[in-house]
């Protein structure tokens, strides 16, 4: 049943624009799925889905086509910093990402997946995310391969 509802999720996602996992959840129940918020919540985490900017520049859940798989697409992380960020410095053991309105919270996903073990937890607003590191040469390093993926 899961594997079914969650193949439905990306098959809805990639045909219709959704801007809230409650217009998701209500469309799953139209098609008689008994989903809650938090089920559907646990699933766009389990499939990497991630808000962003598809081809056409709508804002919307995205998943690619390894959203299934247990091996995350690196190059789609990638990808998806460099459009969403606008600049990264270091303070300490802070690094702070200057994002555009709205896509912290996807940019954060990508650093979490990318760099998750350079780190020791991520908190992502509108427009900014604010990483801790053990110290400071922790966020220089890390600052330093996030500016990479901006070039």
């Known amino acids: 049943m899961k594997e079914k509802r969650q193949e439905k999720i990306l098959e809805l996602i990639k045909r219709k624009i959704f801007l809230t996992q409650e217009e998701l959840r209500d469309e799953l129940l139209a098609l008689g799925y008994n989903v809650t918020?938090?089920?559907?919540?646990?699933?766009?985490?389990?499939?990497?889905?991630?808000?962003?900017?598809?081809?056409?520049?709508?804002?919307?859940?995205?998943?690619?086509?390894?959203?299934?798989?247990?091996?995350p697409?690196?190059?789609?992380?990638?990808?998806?910093?460099?459009?969403?960020?606008?600049?990264?410095?270091?303070s300490l053991n802070n690094v702070v990402i200057k994002c555009y309105t709205g896509m912290a919270s996807s940019a954060c996903v990508a650093v979490d997946e990318?760099?998750?073990?350079?780190?020791l937890g991520s908190l992502a607003g509108d427009d900014t995310i604010i990483i801790v590191t053990a110290g400071e040469p922790q966020s220089a390093g890390l600052a330093g391969e996030l500016n990479k993926l901006l070039k």
């Not at 697409?73 to 600049?87: N, R």
């Open 37 to 71: 918020q938090s089920t559907v919540s646990r699933d766009i985490k389990e499939l990497r889905i991630v808000k962003g900017h598809d081809s056409r520049g709508n804002y919307r859940y995205i998943a690619d086509s390894s959203s299934s798989s247990a091996s």
């Open 73 to 90: 697409d690196t190059g789609h992380y990638k990808e998806l910093f460099a459009k969403s960020v606008k600049s990264v410095s270091f």
């Open 114 to 119: 990318l760099f998750g073990d350079m780190m």
